[in-house]
Every structure is written in C-alpha cells, then in structure tokens.
C-alpha cells in the first residue's frame, strides 16, 4: 500500500459542514488558481503540504499549508485515534485530499505519488527572504482553477522557545484558513463528487461564513508571555526518502 494511502479502516469525518463561526482575504467562496503546492518536511519529521492561491481576476495571493503526515513521535501517520479508539484522517490529511480531488479528480495519496522535484522559491526565515531551494512538488495542482472556502482567524503569535517547542504568545495576529474546496466548472466539493451529488456545500457554507471572523485566540486565557521571553531558534527541515539526499540549494 502506497504510504500516502489511508488505511481502509479509517473513518472520514465530513470536512464540508457550515460551520459557525500577506494579503488576507475576508471570510468567504472564491474563484482562484493553485500557483504553487509543494512538500516540507520538519526537524520532527511532520510533513507538510504548502499551498499557494491566486485570486482570479486580482493580484491577491493566500497561502496555507496543512500536516499531511504526524511527526516521529507520533509514529508519521496519516491519520490518528480519536477518543473512541477509531482512526481519522489528520485533518490536514483531509483538507489536502479535498483540493486534490477538486483541482485533478484524484485523491491526494494519487497525487503524492506523482510528485516532481524541483527548484521553487520558498520563504527562509534565517536569511528573511525567498530562496531557490528544491522540493517535491505536486505539478498536477499547478495553474489550475478551483473554488476555495476561506475562513478569516484571528489566533496567537507562536514561537519556539528555548526548548525548540511551539508556543502561544500574548501577540495575535490575523490569518486566512482554506476549509474545502470545489471543482471550478461544476462547483461540487470531494464529497460530493465521491458521493455522486448535486452541488450545493459550498453555497451553503458561504451564507452561513462569509464576513466573519473567526476567534481561536487565548485571550481569555490570559497569554501573557511575550515573544521576547520565550523565543527560541527554529529548526531548519530534514530529508528523508521522499527528499533524497540532495541537500536544498541555497
């Protein structure tokens, strides 16, 4: 079995309710083009898959990125044990298959297999500017349309502390959160498409999401240490078989 595939045991979770609740989009559907998607891996061997959308019609662009594989520690796996003892897609897992089968038809352990590497431009935070450096990149989603459910958060400030742990700060910030997605020319999302239905999720998701802003800040909670107190230096991501061993160029 590829190691992208979820096992057959695993229950998915519906991604495509209402809910409720850069360049930052308000809360809302969008026509927009993928213009870049590609894998990183961290120091704790977590992958990630990066995303970049342009809006049509605009010079905005959003990126998001979503953990497609837990790290060592949770044994790299593509989903986890819930409190019932059964297994689920991480939910980034689950939000990269939605784009993957909007944008290709194609699930994302499909499109995980075909990935190419090469040399992109991608953010270095040591040198504090984007940098050629080659990655595996999922050229099947490039340049393509698809809708996007975008949701406007409002969380804290994260840094490292001196022991290389993520965490909050008092400092929030604002940020842009795809939820799903739907094909561009029929409008239906994954489910939909696997379950053979009408289109119809992502208008009910809009008039339910649009203009609001989502509060997953700890305010309540009484952050109040700052970022100075608690910064630590971030580690930079390993290789392993999906990276080879080609160091990134610099």
Known sequence: MSEW?????VVEPSIEGSGGGGFLWESGLYDATVK??????TAGGAYFLHVEFEK?????????????????????????????GKKQPLPGYQTGKSLCIAVTGEDLDSNMNKVEKKVIKI??????????????????LLNKPVKVAVHQVLQNKRVRNGNGQWVDTADTKTINECKFFGNAESGKTA????????????????????GIVIDKSSKAKGATSSAADIMGNNSSPTQDSLFGNTEPSA
């Open 5 to 9: 595939k979820l096992p057959d045991d």
């Open 123 to 140: 953010r270095d935070f040591t040198q504090g500017k984007d940098v050629p450096t080659e990655r595996p990149v999922l050229t099947g």
């Open 191 to 210: 489910e939909e498409v696997k379950e053979n239905k009408e289109a119809g999720a992502l208008d009910r998701w809009a008039k339910k999401n649009t």
């Open 56 to 84: 049509n019609g605009s010079n905005g662009t959003m990126r998001d990125k979503w953990c497609i594989k837990s790290g060592n520690e949770k044994g790299n796996k593509t989903f986890y044990i819930n409190k019932e």
């Open 36 to 41: 870049l998607a590609y894998v990183d891996q």
